[in-house]
């Protein structure tokens, strides 16, 4: 059965920094693509970044409004991905999924990780 | 990137079919086959309905199919029932490795 867990959401001041995890299992993570997609409260779903797999280069793509603030990695030994986020800002309040990414859609979306930037 | 435009809401009753639209551009939407639909009832995690315009991935009920016009792909739900009451967004590839979502629908079973 393919899952992926997000973890580390939490409440952070603006400015501040945390990396969130998903860890995968039921599949073979190394070949696959993965997104991070946000949900800010009461609001619609926003692709953040996207990462390829190490077969498929491994690049990595953002979303405008995250862009140089945000990092999407990936640990194949451990199946788990990774958002790294700095210079966080109250409009970063959001739920995070991390989602298997194949043929243009996301296939399986794990339960979220709640990021609270307040002051 | 813009979003995709969806209706806010969209209503039928039990039996009935409604169909929902997802209007984008020739950059995303009508420029590639790789639109997608996701259905979200209140506190859980988004879950794929229809996957390449018109894939059901399997498990999804065939009450629901996609399709696509121009720049315009649509959801619709046919043989309504209760359980489909949910929000439903359109995402589309919009090339340079960007993907864009609707804004989402809220689907009212009266």
């Known amino acids: 059965e393919v899952q992926v867990v997000e973890s580390g959401g939490d409440l952070v001041e603006p400015g501040g920094s945390l990396r969130l995890s998903c860890a995968a299992s039921g599949f073979t993570f190394t070949n696959a693509w993965m997104n991070w997609v946000r949900q800010a409260p009461g609001k619609g779903l926003e692709w953040v970044a996207r990462?390829?797999?190490?077969?498929?280069?491994?690049?990595?793509d953002y979303a405008a409004p995250v862009k140089g603030r945000f990092i999407i990695s990936r640990d194949d030994s451990r199946n788990t991905l990774y958002l790294q986020m700095n210079s966080l800002k109250t409009e970063d309040t959001a739920v995070y999924y991390c989602a298997l990414y194949s043929y243009g859609a996301n296939t399986y979306w794990g339960q979220g990780s709640l990021v609270i930037v307040s002051s | 990137q813009s979003a995709l435009t969806q209706p806010p809401s969209a209503s039928g009753s039990p039996g009935q079919s409604v169909t929902i639209s997802c209007t984008g551009t020739?950059?995303?939407?009508?420029?590639?086959?790789?639109v997608s639909w996701y259905q979200q009832h209140p506190g859980k995690a988004p879950k794929l309905m229809i996957s390449e315009v018109s894939k059901r991935p399997s498990g999804v009920p065939d009450r629901f199919s996609g399709s696509k016009s121009g720049n315009t792909a649509s959801l619709t739900v046919s043989g309504l029932q209760a359980e489909d009451e949910a929000d439903y967004y359109c995402?589309?590839?919009?090339?340079?490795?960007?993907?864009?979502f609707g804004g989402g629908t809220k689907l009212t079973v009266l």
């Open positions: 020739s950059s995303d939407v009508g420029g590639y086959n790789y």
């Open positions: 995402s589309s590839y919009a090339g340079s490795n960007i993907l864009v």
């Open positions: 990462i390829k797999s190490k077969t498929d280069g491994g690049t990595t």
